[in-house]
């Protein structure tokens, strides 16, 4: 997506991801029919990549089925610290999990910290993979506190944790914690070189090939696609969200978070280490070598999918936020993208439900999936070769702890769901005459909803507005030219043809 979106606005940057822009684009043909294989990946992100890679290196082949190009979702999208450092956790892990679990939370992400390094050794991979301290600020006096005790709590897990009280970017804070020795890389340039070690000894990579349904049966799955079944001894979903969501009812144990990226140029070099700071609208941190020289990536400005009206708002405030810290020469990339959040803030990594054992699902990374990612791989791969693994118990899927946020979670996503399938907040407005080019909007046409979009160049296209996943009413995002659903944060693209899951069916075109 090159073009410039959103009729008669200008935004900072060009509309790309540098990770997109800077990797060649890959070319794995498609499922060419019905094949066998001991295991199936559905998805080729972080997750789906480095699982198959540790799966074959264990003897197994797999076949990894992605419904468009290789890590060009969400892990194309990131700004990939890699760090166990993830905004603020421990201290809240401890409170409500306990030590046991918090300390496998932590000795997982450290210990995919060490695998990452280790992959990129092992292969010589070039990807700009650096060390870098990584810290969560405090930007008021309230928040100072809670910076304090996650640094207490995570020494008290083993983390190399301080708390300090100054940080090497500019402006007031109120101290820091600060763990050293974390990490960040390309994604992209990291993630396309496993691919290419997978591709081997009966292992393939099929693109443009989307799942559409998993069946489970006495020990054989059959993942049905568009361009035929594959066969397996086991399946993992590591399609961000599970489209298949079983007896899980993962739908309504995550929401959707959209946050916003710009890439800019300073006139002075970037200090060392990666930042965020720890409450209200994210505000990160991080450097990338680039030609040209240094760029900077700021990101933040997280909202629920499809729940604001204006988008573009976000990538402004983001601008006028980074030159409220640094005066910037350029901004020369903008981009977006979501991650999902469960009920506690710890991913579901596991079996996707009791009967349902040969399935793997590993989701709901709240924006800190190059570690939980890379756990994820680590644990599926143990599960499926039938070894215990020493952090699964914090990461399960079935776990439930019935407190009332988490009550008030679950009511909130329900309450969402039902507003958005009856429709009561995505309410059509104006008519046709008022849609401008570049811009989207849910209309009443002959009585019935219709989300139209306007193009440049004039031309009208209208689709039916119900999500194919469950008939929520999708919104328009004006700054992505997107139709977006706020239920489960399934994406279509301005004529409705399906870019993000858990939806595999496109919008139906609307006529008349
Ligand atoms: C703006 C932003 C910044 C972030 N920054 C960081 C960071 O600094 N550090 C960090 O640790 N994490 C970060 N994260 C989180 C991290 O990027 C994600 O958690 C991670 O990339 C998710 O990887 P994945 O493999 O689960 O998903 P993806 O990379 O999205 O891969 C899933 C793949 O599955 C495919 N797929 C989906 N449905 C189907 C289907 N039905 N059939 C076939 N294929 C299908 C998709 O096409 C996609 O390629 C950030 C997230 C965001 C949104
Ligand atoms: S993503 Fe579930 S209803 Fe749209």
């Known amino acids: 997506m090159d073009h410039e979106p959103g009729a008669g606005y200008s935004l900072p940057g060009r509309h790309e991801s540098f990770w997109m822009e800077t990797t060649p684009e890959t070319s794995y043909p498609p499922l060419p029919g019905d094949i066998e294989t001991d ?41 990939a610290k890699i760090t166990s450092l993830h905004r603020l956790i421990y201290a809240d892990l401890i409170d409500r999990f306990g030590s046991t679990e918090a300390r496998q939370y932590a000795d997982a992400n450290q210990a995919a910290i060490g695998k990452i390094a280790a992959l990129v050794q092992e292969y010589a991979i070039p990807c700009s993979f650096e060390r870098k301290p990584a810290y969560t600020f405090a930007e008021s006096a309230d928040d100072r506190e809670r910076v304090a005790a996650e640094a207490d709590a995570a020494r008290g897990l083993g ?10 970017l500019p402006g007031r804070t109120y101290g820091a914690v600060r763990f050293a020795d974390q990490a960040q890389f390309h994604p992209r340039s990291y993630l396309l070189h496993l691919a290419s070690l997978v591709p081997e000894a009966g292992s393939r990579i099929f693109e443009k090939t989307r799942a559409l349904a998993v069946e489970d049966e006495k020990g054989s799955c059959r993942v049905r696609t568009e361009n035929g079944t594959v066969t397996a001894r086991a399946v993992v979903l590591a399609t961000h969200y599970p489209f298949y969501d079983g007896p899980g009812f993962y739908y309504a144990r995550m929401e ?8 800019v140029r300073l006139d002075e070099p970037f200090p060392d280490g990666m930042f ?27 909202h629920r999918t499809g729940e604001d009206t204006d988008t573009r708002e976000h990538y402004r405030s983001l601008e006028a936020y980074a030159r409220s810290v640094y005066p910037l020469r350029s901004v ?36 800190w999936g190059m570690t939980n990612g890379t756990v994820a791989a680590l644990i599926l791969a143990d599960m499926i070769r039938g070894r215990e693994n020493p952090w699964s118990g914090v990461y399960a899927p079935d776990r439930f702890k019935p407190t009332a946020s988490a009550r008030r979670f679950l009511v909130h996503n329900i309450e969402v769901a039902e507003k958005y399938i009856s429709g009561a907040i995505s309410r059509p407005s104006g008519d046709l005459a008022d849609v401008r080019p570049g811009e989207g909007r849910i209309l009443m046409i002959e009585g019935r909803k219709a989300g139209v979009f306007r193009d440049r160049e004039g031309r009208v296209r209208a689709i039916n507005p119900a999500c194919t996943h469950m008939g929520c009413v999708v919104a328009w995002n004006s700054a992505e030219e ?3 659903c706020p239920c489960h944060g399934s994406r279509y693209d301005a004529s409705g043809r399906v870019i993000h899951g858990p939806a595999v069916k496109d919008l139906a075109p609307r006529r008349g």
């Open 482 to 484: 997107t139709w977006d």
């Open 256 to 263: 959707p978070s959209r946050s916003y990226v710009l890439g």
């Open 276 to 302: 965020i700071n720890a409450a209200g609208p994210a505000h990160s941190w991080r450097s990338q070598p680039a030609d040209g020289g240094e760029l900077v990536f700021v990101g933040g400005m997280q």
């Open 159 to 168: 983390l190399p944790a301080a708390f300090v009280e100054e940080i090497p």
């Open 39 to 79: 295991v199936a990946v559905v998805g080729g992100g972080i997750v789906g990549i480095t699982t198959a890679l540790l799966l074959k290196q264990a003897g197994y082949t797999v076949a990894v089925i992605e419904g468009d190009r290789v890590c060009s979702g969400v892990t194309g999208h990131t700004t």
């Open 332 to 367: 020369d990339y903008r981009w977006s993208a979501q991650d999902y959040i469960t009920i506690d803030g710890v991913p579901y990594i596991g079996p996707l439900a009791d009967g349902h054992e040969n399935v793997y699902i590993a989701t709901g990374f709240r924006k």
